[in-house]
C-alpha cells in the first residue's frame, strides 16, 4: 500500500510556474514508476510526466520544454516543475504511483491538486 499526497495547485497567471509535490508514505525508492498526470473538466485523464527507478523520464508532447518531474528517493517525494504555464495546463493533477510485486502491477493515486491558469 502506499498513500500518496499531492500539494502544491493553485491560481497562476499564464507564463507563472508552479512546483507540484507528491509525498508517498513509504520509501519510493523501490517503486518503479511515478508519474503526473491531469484531467480537465470534460476530459479523460491524461499522461503529463513519469520518472521510473532509473530516473528515465517521459513526458507529453504538450509540456516538452517546459514541465520537468524529479524524484527524491530520501524525501520520498516527487517534483513536477511547471514553468511557462499556459490556460490550456488548467486541470486537476494528480500523482500514481507504480508498484511491481511480480506478475502483478498496482497502480495507487493520489487525491488530486487543483491548477488554474488565468489568461
Known amino acids: 500500500q502506499v498513500q500518496l499526497v499531492e500539494s502544491g495547485g493553485g491560481l497562476v497567471q499564464a507564463g507563472g510556474s508552479l512546483r507540484l509535490s507528491c509525498v508517498a508514505s513509504r520509501s519510493i525508492f523501490s517503486i518503479s514508476a511515478m508519474g503526473w498526470y491531469r484531467q480537465a473538466p470534460g476530459e479523460q485523464r491524461e499522461l503529463v510526466a513519469v520518472?521510473?527507478?532509473?530516473?528515465?523520464?517521459t513526458y507529453a508532447d504538450s509540456v516538452k520544454g517546459r514541465f520537468t518531474i524529479s524524484r527524491d528517493n530520501a524525501e520520498n517525494t516527487v517534483y513536477l516543475q511547471m514553468n511557462s504555464l499556459k490556460p490550456e495546463d488548467t486541470a486537476v493533477y494528480y500523482c500514481?504511483?507504480?508498484?511491481?510485486?511480480?506478475?502483478?502491477?498496482?497502480?495507487?493515486w493520489g487525491q488530486g491538486t487543483q491548477v488554474t491558469v488565468s489568461s
Open positions: 500514481k504511483a507504480v508498484v511491481l510485486v511480480p506478475p502483478v502491477k498496482y497502480d495507487y
Open positions: 520518472i521510473t527507478s532509473g530516473k528515465s523520464t
